[in-house]
């Protein structure tokens, strides 16, 4: 079981769109969460975009590389801490979910979402209710409404770190 004082972590599973993924680590930096990053990448992870949209914010957030799914699963069960999947085949909206301190939320690729194997080793599966004609919100809009309502349930912006 993670401590009260464990924060939120947003990983990232095999991201492919090098400006999402600097913009979500961003956001991680921005407010005091960790990242983790699951490879391979659909990029370099020293590449000039990724760098660019996470600019100097990345020297700001504790990320966590994990080489596979596999090495990820092994490294959050000694942790203990829940997984959180977004997709857009969630039933429950994150509206509806109560968030814990520690826990992980994670977004799938952008031009493939999360395969079968991290639904099934999920802990809860969300979705962002949106238009019915319509199928999906940016991966790091997403990520920034679900992870702003985690930390507002949790009082996690009220710390004074936050200004």
Known sequence: MP??????????????????????????????????LIEPAGFPISDKHFRRAGLDYLDHVDIARHASWRAFEDWRATTGRRLVLLSTSGTTPYVDFAFRPGDIVMVGRESAGAPPETHEAADAVLRVPIRADLRSLNVAVAAAMVLGEALRQTDGFAKGELS
Do not use: H
């Open 3 to 36: 401590s009260a004082a464990a924060p939120f972590c947003l990983a990232l599973f095999q991201p492919d769109i090098p400006q999402n993924a600097g913009t979500m680590l961003r956001l991680c930096a921005c407010l005091g969460l960790d990242a983790a």
